[in-house]
């Protein structure tokens, strides 16, 4: 082999060497500007999933409030309709097994105060916002004063006169409205502690 042919030869050498050992250098640049955006990938993708986390947090915290606020008007509507229930199924009942005179216009004017506060309250449940919020409030005072008159007006009176018999009457009905009654004051209590820290309707009881 001629010296020429070894001189082609070592260059070729050379330059091969020299390209050989530039390529990681630039292996190394590429791998770091490759890492450098696949990290700002996962940034943004882990970013998007906690804007999307956030959102769902949001309604489903939404939700659940609705639902809260659909079970609580349920909740009243279902009082008025039992407080109505007891008086017409119960003490009526009562008043007839002890033989004293029931005051029909005046439990009928309470019954319809009930229906009227239940009426109200069944307009609700299409009603959204501040509107629902301030007239169901409103509905719990309305029920509690009508139940205050119930219970001074139409149950005092009978359990006194009850008190005073020598002879105990007949005592199922009078038994089944004070357990139900009583029940039914509990589960209002419940109601007002949500809503009034101090509006006590537990004092209507009957004992």
């Not at 696949?38 to 489903?60: D, N, P, R, S, V």
């Not at 004017?109 to 629902?132: A, C, M, P, W």
């Not at 820290?197 to 009881?205: A, I, P, T």
């Amino acid at each position: 082999m001629s010296e020429d042919s070894e001189a082609k030869k070592d260059e070729n050498t050379a330059e091969a060497s020299g390209v050989t050992d530039a390529a990681p250098e630039q292996r190394g640049e590429q791998d770091s500007l490759s890492d450098l955006s696949e990290l700002e990938k996962i940034k943004k993708e882990l970013q998007k999933e906690k804007e999307k986390a956030a959102k769902e947090l949001a309604a489903g915290e939404g939700e659940e409030e609705d639902v809260r606020e659909v079970d609580y008007l349920q909740k009243l509507i279902t009082l008025s309709v039992q407080f109505d229930h007891h008086v017409g199924m119960f003490l009526m009942p009562g008043y007839i097994d002890c033989g004293l005179k029931y005051d029909h216009k005046l439990a009928e004017s309470y019954l319809t105060h009930l229906n009227s506060i239940q009426g109200f309250l069944r307009l609700l449940e299409k009603v959204d916002g501040v509107t629902r919020e301030l007239v169901t409030k409103d509905c719990i005072v309305k029920l509690r004063n009508v139940v205050q008159q119930i219970h001074k007006n139409l149950i005092k009176p009978l359990y006194r006169e009850v008190e005073l018999m020598k002879k105990k009457p007949k005592m199922e009905n009078l038994d089944n409205f004070k357990e139900n009654w009583n029940e039914r004051l509990l589960d209002f209590q419940k109601t007002c502690d949500f809503e009034y820290q101090r509006l006590d309707v537990k004092g209507f009881m009957v004992n």
